[in-house]
Nanobody, 128 residues
Framework: QLQLVESGGGLVQPGGSLRLSCAAS????????IGWFRQAPGKEREGVSC????????NYADFVTGRFTISRDNAKNTVYLQMNSLKPEDTAVYYC?????????????????????WGQGTQVTVSS
C-alpha cells in the first residue's frame, strides 16, 4: 500500500520551532517532488513548500520564506520541514504529498493539483 505518514506536529509557543517529517511506505520517495501543504479551520488548503526529487531545488510560499526549510534524506525515504519563528497564524493541519504522476529531476511545484499521494496530516498549533 502506498502511504505517506507525517509526524512531528504539536503545540508550540509563538517564536518556537518544530520539525515535521514525512515518511513513505510502499514506494520510494526519491523519484518524486514532495510538497508540504497546510489547511487551517475555515480556510482553503495552501502550499507551504516543495522540493524536487534530488533536493537541489526548493520553493516556498511568501508567508514562510526565511522561517521554514524543506529538506530530504532519500536514504531514509523521508522529507522534512523545519519550522522556526512560528506564529499563531501558522496553526493548521500540515500535509505532505508526492507528485507521483511526474518524473524528472527538475519538477517541483506548489500547485496541489500536481500531487496524487497524500498523508493524513499532522496538527501544528502555535499558541501561548
Amino acid at each position: 500500500q502506498l502511504q505517506l505518514v507525517e509526524s512531528g506536529g504539536g503545540l508550540v509557543q509563538p517564536g518556537g520551532s518544530l520539525r515535521l517529517s514525512c515518511a513513505a511506505s510502499g514506494f520510494t520517495l526519491n523519484a518524486y517532488a514532495i510538497g508540504w501543504f497546510r489547511q487551517a479551520p475555515g480556510k482553503e488548503r495552501e502550499g507551504v513548500s516543495c522540493i524536487n526529487s534530488s533536493g537541489g531545488r526548493t520553493n516556498y510560499a511568501d508567508f514562510v520564506t526565511g522561517r521554514f526549510t524543506i529538506s530530504r534524506d532519500n536514504a531514509k525515504n523521508t522529507v522534512y520541514l523545519q519550522m522556526n519563528s512560528l506564529k499563531p497564524e501558522d496553526t493548521a493541519v500540515y500535509y505532505c504529498a508526492a507528485a507521483r504522476a511526474y518524473s524528472g529531476p527538475y519538477f517541483y511545484t506548489l500547485n496541489s493539483n500536481a500531487y496524487n499521494t497524500w498523508g493524513q496530516g499532522t496538527q501544528v498549533t502555535v499558541s501561548s
